[in-house]
Nanobody, 115 residues
């Protein structure tokens, strides 16, 4: 089993920045993909960014150039640096870890961007 705990969410003004963290504990395989998803109110959960074991990253189009996903392997932590935040970035952000056939989710952290 793997447990994921997100932190770093909060209220920020448009144009501001936040850094989300996802700490993984438990039976963690070195070969895993960690992703950030988000779910705005009344909408489906969507992939925001992902990082593969080799460090390859992928982003949804609307956050390219503004968000950066990175990982600290020694601390089993993945970060999502979010810059130039916009109103439409408001959502609950979830951390996701996939390894082998297993998939795990964190409890989510709220990000609210105000005008």
């Amino acid at each position: 089993q793997v447990q994921l705990v997100e932190s770093g969410g909060g209220l920020v003004q448009s144009g501001g920045s936040l850094r989300l963290s996802c700490l993984a504990t438990g039976d963690i395989d070195r070969v895993n993909v960690v992703s950030w998803f988000r779910q705005p109110p009344g909408q489906q959960r969507r992939l925001v960014a992902a990082i593969a074991p080799a460090g390859t990253t992928t982003y949804m189009d609307s956050v390219k150039g503004r968000f950066d996903i990175s990982r600290d392997i020694a601390r089993n932590t993945v970060f999502l640096q979010m810059n130039n935040l916009k109103l439409e970035d408001t959502a609950v952000y979830f951390c996701n870890l996939r390894q082998g056939f297993d998939e795990y989710w964190g409890q989510g952290t709220q990000v609210t961007v105000s005008s």
